[in-house]
């Protein structure tokens, strides 16, 4: 059984905002993600101080480049000491596979590798246009996840709604993380495919990543609380 847990998207462009927000959390240290802004905003010290601060980090950079380069970055976001990062299955298998062994460390242990099958914002229609896939979104989702189980990864991310058929077709163990989480009672915003973190729970996701419905929240402590209690306890 894996373990199901709550990640908080950290979208914030600074460190001093990151910090401001995390300051608030004097019990459970949450498991946080660091994207692309913040990362590239203020570099790897960020991902030091998070993680001295005893959170686990979801480093989020959606690696995509030729085998040997992944390889190489990934040794150095295993030195980083992250817990998860990511990479995009449209790198090929060999990628993957390269991203792996660059990723683990001398004593046999890594971060979880997921990969990113299709990216939300990416429609079927513009999938046959413009790049040319001539196949379903669903089919596509499936055929990479299954590329990146065969290369020894952990799992992928995906829409909550996506995540049965990715365990049917990967297996239970296979790890899905789940953007798209609204309250029941909250507001969506630019989200479309959206889901509750107790129906996620349901659906049998491993872990939800949750941004604003937190991270605006009056009270966002209360929020994250309220994400464990539906999808955690
Ligand atoms: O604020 P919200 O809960 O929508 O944040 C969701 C987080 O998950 C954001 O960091 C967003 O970039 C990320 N994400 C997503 N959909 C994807 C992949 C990542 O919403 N398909």
Known sequence: MNQRDVIIACDFSSAAATFGFLDRFTGRKPFVKIGMELYYAEGPSIVREIKARGHK???????????????????????????????????????????????????????????????????????????????????????????????????????????GMVKEACGTQFITVTPGVRFADGEVGDQVRVTTPSRAREIGTDYIVVGRPITQAADPVAAYERCIREFVE
């Open 57 to 163: 980090i979801f480093l989020d950079l959606k690696l995509h480049d030729i085998p040997n380069t992944v390889k190489k970055a990934m040794a150095v976001l295993s030195h980083l000491d992250v817990d998860m990062c990511n990479l995009h299955a449209a790198g090929t298998i060999d990628m993957m596979r390269a991203a792996l062994e660059g990723l683990t460390r001398p004593d046999g242990t890594r971060p979880i590798l997921i990969a990113v099958t299709q990216l939300t914002s990416t429609s079927e229609e513009r999938m046959r246009r413009e790049l040319l896939i001539d196949a379903s979104i669903n089919d596509t989702i499936i055929h990479y996840a299954r590329n990146a189980k065969e290369a020894g990864l952990d799992g992928v991310v995906c829409s909550p709604l996506e995540a």
